[in-house]
């Protein structure tokens, strides 16, 4: 799991760091830096897994106020291997703001080299931190992308890296159509019915888990179909009457709440047990109270049962009531410059007969 999120000259991150735990809610107020924590950890995964370029990635996100010209992002990993870390620094040349470079990246295991780029180098290592091959490579993306396949170490720190899924789910924004399978769903959830074909052809069983649960929330609901349409594919959620008589819905015919509901237990049956770190920022938004109580339930379970790790960035009373007593996080900008990061937790005289909702709420 995650165990260090380091930041520096990033948004309104200073020296940044943040240590989570297997279960974590990030509290604070809008503009404190919750959502900048699950950006960089998007940047990274973009970086090094998909081959996303430095210009596309990291220009004009340097901080305001900081003249500095390297940004820095570091990751600590507890893998079966022992404790990985990831350094990123990034040049942000003032005369040439639209176009940051790579200045050094590396991967670490025990604090020895698996993988090395500065000076317009790449420097590989095999398993055992043996130096091999050096060849220039260009400045604007990260060699990672091209290379692990022959060390399953540096191999296993990109798969954890591939993991890390991130969802800030918009119901307005998802795709009615699919064309193809797609294995990795995006960020607003635009995506859900090609990952959602993906899912049932590798993961069957996590579909019918989730059709199960939907049942027991969404009245009706009795099974997720595909219909072919010309050269495309639309998701039918078929629905029962009391009566006995049938009905299907296209996607845009669910309410935005059930598309919503939908997306988080195809996340929770889909990725709860295999995906490295789920990230969630604000999954309550759109559904009802008697609709997010179970899914935290179970994305709690899945956490305590798996291997993973979640973080949750919520500003509701029901979900900071039931997570807060996980591990909680309070994000604070008191000048309105960098921010600060503290683990929260309620005084013990307020503990016993205020709810942790109704203590923040009273500045605790």
């Not at 998909?50 to 992002?73: C, H, M, N, V, Y």
């Not at 307005?172 to 159509?177: I, K, W």
Request: charged share 25%; with cysteine.
């Amino acid at each position: 799991m995650i165990t260090r999120i380091h930041a520096d000259n990033f948004r309104c991150f200073t020296n940044f760091e943040l240590r989570p735990q297997r279960m974590n809610l990030l509290l604070g107020d809008n503009g404190t830096g919750k959502t900048s924590v699950f950006e960089v950890l998007q940047l990274v995964r973009e970086l090094t897994v998909f081959g996303g370029r430095t210009p596309d990635l990291f220009a004009f996100k340097k901080t305001l106020w900081d003249q500095r010209e390297i940004q820095s992002f570091e990751l600590d990993v507890d893998g079966p291997d022992g404790s990985f870390r990831y350094r990123l620094e990034i040049l942000h040349r003032p005369e040439d703001a639209a176009n940051p470079s790579i200045q050094a990246e590396k991967v670490e295991l025990g604090g020895k080299p698996l993988y090395r780029y500065g000076g317009g180098e790449v420097h590989l290592f095999d398993d055992n931190h043996a130096p091999g091959a050096i060849f220039p490579f260009d400045s604007n993306q990260s060699f990672l992308p091209h290379w692990g396949s022959q060390n399953a170490k540096l191999q296993w720190f990109k798969s954890f890296v591939a993991g890390i899924s991130i969802f800030q789910l918009n119901p307005f924004a998802m795709d009615l159509f699919s064309q193809r399978d797609e294995p990795y769903l995006t960020l607003n959830g635009s995506n859900f019915v090609s990952w959602l074909r993906y899912l049932n052809d590798e993961f069957p069983q996590a579909k019918v888990e989730c059709e199960k649960q939907l049942a027991e929330i969404l009245p009706g609901f009795q099974r997720f179909r595909f219909q072919t349409m010309g050269d495309r594919k639309a998701l039918v959620a078929d629905f029962q009457h009391p009566d006995g008589t049938s009905y299907g819905l296209l996607l845009n015919q669910l309410s935005e709440g059930q598309r919503i509901v939908a997306i988080l237990y195809s996340v929770l049956f889909g990725l709860g047990g295999v995906a490295s770190t789920l990230c969630f920022d604000e999954p309550e938004n759109f559904i009802s109270l008697p609709e997010v109580q179970p899914w935290l339930q179970g994305l709690r379970d899945a956490i305590e049962d798996g291997p993973g790790q979640a973080l949750v960035i919520s500003h509701h009373p029901e979900v900071i009531d039931y997570l807060a007593p996980d591990g909680a996080f309070r994000f604070e900008r008191p000048t309105g410059g960098g921010v600060r990061v503290r683990p929260w937790q309620p005084e013990p005289d307020l503990e016993d007969v205020m709810k942790p909702s109704e203590i923040l709420a009273r500045g605790g």
